[in-house]
């Protein structure tokens, strides 16, 4: 089967598209409630393996700029939302110790 490369490059960025928005109502939702414990750690894990295998693809595939993408906005979304998914967690228990 020969694909035309724009049609391939097409569905590359539909991905990197939908994939960097698809954290955006969790980290609103974070920001919301100030609590975490409904984020589930394993999704963020999951994504993060899926995201270093695709990062090992494209090494391969030689896409230097969904690579670029890749790590620099899916990966940091990602620990954005671990990191605050910690700190709301510490404040709530520190709030817990005070009462």
Not at 74 to 95: D, P
Request: with cysteine; net charge neutral.
């Amino acid at each position: 089967m020969n694909i035309p490369n724009i049609a391939i490059d097409i569905v590359g960025y539909s991905y990197l598209l939908m994939s960097s928005i698809c954290r955006i109502p969790q980290i609103y939702k974070l920001h919301k409630t100030k609590k975490g414990e409904d984020i589930s750690y394993f999704m963020i894990i999951t994504q993060n393996v899926s995201y270093l295998l695709l990062i090992v693809y494209l090494v391969f595939i030689e896409s230097t700029i969904m690579m670029i993408v890749s790590i620099g906005f899916q990966v940091v979304q990602n620990i954005y939302i671990s990191f605050f998914i910690w700190w709301y967690s510490r404040q709530h228990s520190q709030e817990d110790s005070i009462v």
